[in-house]
């Protein structure tokens, strides 16, 4: 066995979905939401953009607005971002659901269980040892990494 950590490929975490939101229900009991398709909802009242993001319960099919801008002026928008707010791409919505002050404005938090997937190269524990793995995450991560469970 070599004293020298025997360094495998890297391996990526990937993003297979949007998570799912725990947000309290207005009409049942339960709390994890969806944002279902992942698109903006955009209302113009004169020069004034409201925009916001509905979830749906997934117990009752309620809908609930997450507002992401309120009454904010046109103008103070970049026009890559009023494009992402009315075009179905979800890396808007993925990017505007890791903002901190949104969930806290909004009183959700995010649970991100099934929404990743690890693409590893396999390890042959018969090499030599320790073995050096490096995890790339190919979205930005908010909390923090729970121990694997044993």
């Known amino acids: 066995m070599s ?6 490929p890297p ?7 949007l998570p799912l939101l725990s947000l309290r229900c ?30 749906r319960c997934t117990c009752c099919d309620r809908t609930h607005k997450l507002t992401v801008h309120e009454r904010a002026p ?6 890559a971002e009023l494009d992402g707010y009315r075009t179905g791409d979800p890396e808007p919505v993925a990017a505007a659901l890791l903002d901190p002050l949104l969930a806290r404005r909004n009183r959700f938090a995010l ?12 390890v042959r524990l018969d090499e030599a040892w ?4 490096d995890v790339a995450f190919a979205s930005p991560l908010r909390g923090r990494l729970a ?3 044993t």
Do not use: I, M, Y
């Open 111 to 122: 649970d991100w269980t099934g929404a990743w997937r690890l693409e590893a190269c396999p």
């Open 11 to 17: 391996w990526g975490v990937r993003r297979t979905g």
């Open 26 to 55: 207005l009409d049942c009991p339960s709390e994890p939401a969806t944002t279902g398709e992942g698109r903006f909802g955009v209302n113009a009242n004169g020069k004034r953009l409201d925009v916001w993001l509905p979830a």
């Open 147 to 149: 121990p694997p469970e």
């Open 130 to 133: 320790p073995v050096r793995v």
């Open 3 to 8: 004293s020298q950590p025997h360094t495998v």
């Open 74 to 79: 046109v103008r103070s928008f970049d026009p």
